[in-house]
């Protein structure tokens, strides 16, 4: 394989931490198997707004556009979260990136590893074996439409707007992985109130005709958000609209422990970017203590999506499963009956993994 250029992206707070073992990672995987991959690195969010006030520099922009795929960390910063009049925020960085690359689709997936059945507040017997995997669209909905104020700013509006295409692209991706998993397809939606739902739900039956080897079943956004914690392995592939995925990811991160475990890919057009679902944490930030294994998975997802490199992936995921199961953990993820010499800080956790990464 010839080379291939990764970029690092570590944004804010934990972002940093994380994305350093994400990049050693990918590193030891290139030296066990043979390849050849280059980094570089280039500023997103609060930090990039630090150093040139632009939280999405058109060096990064370029950066990306260049690079073979994208190991990105987290943004935010806890000063603009209170402060709703800040015209210039770290978030725009990301909802810029995800526009510009044109990564309309964002994979989640929400994989318990046995070793942190107990880790979860959902009760063991209901979680045991449950394995989904969120489609979320990425550049359309109440994210990108038009947004602003009326009425000398006492009224507010942010118009959800979805195309036909938007809703074809998205949906052929969710159907294609429903079709080398279970065959089952969850669409998600608010037909019946919200007008850019009913086009979804339109284009969606339309699209199963297509697949008719795809069970589909269409929920509701409220049911299913209560559903996913009453009986979350009823569920196997999700396709659901922008706002309703980032809520529904966030909620069934619960079924697979912690945040700090879960990975991302999101992919469109151009290349991919790989980030843990997880935010910028500021309050643990410099710690040492943040969870890299969100990011790890994201490099294996990195290795098999762009890099179509599934030994050396699945490698990556043996690795994680078998510290956990040698009673690793990194503190979001340890519980009462975790022996303090088991609970390792972030450095410490992707040494365990590098040592576990063999062919
Ligand atoms: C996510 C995040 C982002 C989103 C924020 C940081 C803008 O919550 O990736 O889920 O809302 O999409
Ligand atoms: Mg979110």
Redesign the pocket.
């Known amino acids: 394989m010839a080379t291939k250029h990764i970029l690092i992206v570590p944004g804010d707070g934990i972002g940093q931490e994380v994305t350093t073992e994400g990049k050693r990672v990918l590193e030891k995987i290139a030296s066990v198997f043979g390849h050849t991959f280059s980094f570089d690195e280039a500023l997103v969010g609060h930090a990039a707004i630090e150093a040139t006030g632009d939280p999405l520099p058109a060096e990064t922009l370029d950066k990306m556009k260049k690079s073979d795929a994208i190991l990105f960390g987290a943004?935010?910063h806890p000063k603009y979260d209170n402060d709703p009049s800040a015209k210039v925020r770290p978030?725009q960085g990301?909802?810029r990136m995800r526009k510009e690359l044109g990564l309309y689709a964002n994979l989640r997936p929400i994989k318990l590893f046995d070793e942190l059945l107990s880790a979860s507040s959902i009760k063991p017997e209901i979680l045991k074996g449950a394995d989904i995997l969120f489609f979320r669209e990425l550049t359309g909905d109440i994210y990108f439409g038009e947004k602003g104020r009326k009425n000398n700013g006492d009224t507010a509006f942010d118009i959800a707007e979805y195309s036909r295409y938007e809703v074809e692209r998205i949906g052929r991706k969710a159907f294609e992985a429903a079709r080398t998993r279970s065959k089952r397809l969850c669409s998600v939606d608010k037909a019946n109130v919200i007008e850019t739902s009913r086009l979804w739900r339109e284009v969606i039956q339309k699209l199963a005709l297509e697949y008719p080897d795809v069970t589909v079943d269409h929920q509701f956004v409220d049911a299913t958000a209560m559903l996913l914690i009453k009986d979350p392995r009823r569920f196997d592939v999700v396709v659901t609209a922008n706002l309703f995925g980032?809520i529904l990811t966030d909620e069934a991160s619960q079924i697979a422990g912690s945040m700090g475990m879960l990975a991302s890919a999101s992919i469109g057009d151009g290349p991919g970017v790989y980030e843990p679902?997880h935010?910028s944490a500021h309050d643990i930030t410099g710690k040492g203590i943040a969870n890299p294994l969100a990011s790890i998975l994201s490099a294996a997802l990195l290795l098999d999506i762009s890099f179509g490199l599934k030994a050396e992936s699945n490698a990556v995921i043996k690795a994680v499963e078998a510290l956990l199961k040698e009673g690793f953990r990194s503190a979001d993820i340890a519980d009462a009956n975790t022996p303090a010499d088991k609970i390792l800080n972030t450095a410490a956790i992707g040494e365990e993994v590098l040592k576990r990464i063999g062919k």
């Open positions: 943004v935010g978030e990301l909802l980032d679902i935010g």
